[in-house]
């Protein structure tokens, strides 16, 4: 079976950036993992905000920072992300992966925005973080 060309990241080398659009609408900002002969991705749901804010704010159209990036689809429209970086390395220009500072606490729970295995824990957030996409219960 033939991989559909809007799919081809997904399944490629890991550390690379999966784009694809949403229900038509909003783009989406995955990670690529390395999975066994399967397509294998995380969905980057939010982030906090610190560098190039004012090109945020004026891609955004929002004056505060907790809703930058607080979401799938702001998050990209607040990068302008867009399918042109579909497959771009996370690793060089124009992404940049830092090592974390000091030890963090991430929280683990369902899945939001879905039907399909939405009873899985398969969605983490930084314990105490207001830039989540949606507080954890």
């Known amino acids: 079976m033939r991989t559909p060309p809007r799919t081809?990241?997904?399944?490629?080398?890991?550390g690379h950036a999966y784009v694809?659009?949403?229900?038509?609408?909003h783009w989406c900002l995955n990670f690529v993992c390395e999975g066994e002969d399967i397509a294998s991705a995380v969905l980057i749901r939010?982030?906090?905000?610190r560098t190039e804010l004012v090109a945020m704010r004026s891609r955004r159209g929002v004056d505060?920072?907790?809703?930058?990036?607080?979401g799938p689809g702001r998050l990209t429209e607040a990068l302008g992300i867009t399918r042109q970086h579909d497959g771009f390395a996370l690793?060089?220009?124009p992404f940049a992966l830092r090592a974390r500072e000091?030890?963090?606490e991430i929280l683990v729970g369902p899945r939001i925005g879905i039907t399909k295995a939405a009873e899985?824990?398969?969605?983490?957030?930084?314990?105490?973080s207001k830039f989540l996409?949606?507080?954890f219960r």
């Open 8 to 14: 081809v990241s997904v399944f490629g080398p890991p």
């Open 20 to 25: 694809y659009r949403s229900y038509g609408m």
């Open 46 to 49: 939010a982030l906090e905000p």
């Open 64 to 70: 505060g920072d907790r809703l930058l990036c607080s």
């Open 91 to 93: 690793d060089r220009p």
């Open 102 to 104: 000091g030890p963090v």
């Open 120 to 128: 899985m824990p398969w969605r983490y957030g930084l314990a105490g």
């Open 133 to 135: 996409s949606r507080p």
